[in-house]
């Protein structure tokens, strides 16, 4: 059981078609022009976790955080 690596990946949407925010005085309301709601950029995240491990001979120590990626994915 100690060889398993976890894999995990989610999808996040880069903006939403109704978003409120509240802005300071002199900052400028910025403009987000969807066409649809199928054509907002996306992101990935990707993260591969195992379990903790140390390696005395090295002296060497491993939390298990193996990868944590941000990919762009533009549908």
């Not at 894999?7 to 949407?13: I, S, T």
């Not at 709601?37 to 990707?46: D, N, T």
Request: charged share 25%; glycine share 4%.
């Amino acid at each position: 059981m100690e060889d398993v690596i976890h894999v995990d990946e989610k999808l996040f949407d880069m903006t939403t078609v109704n978003r409120r925010y509240v802005l300071l005085p002199d900052e400028a309301v910025s403009t987000r022009r969807v066409r649809s709601k199928c054509h907002i950029p996306k992101a990935v995240v990707l993260a591969a976790v195992a379990m903790p491990h140390s390696d005395p001979r090295a002296g060497a120590f491993s939390d298990g955080k193996i990868a944590n990626n941000l990919h762009w994915r533009g549908l």
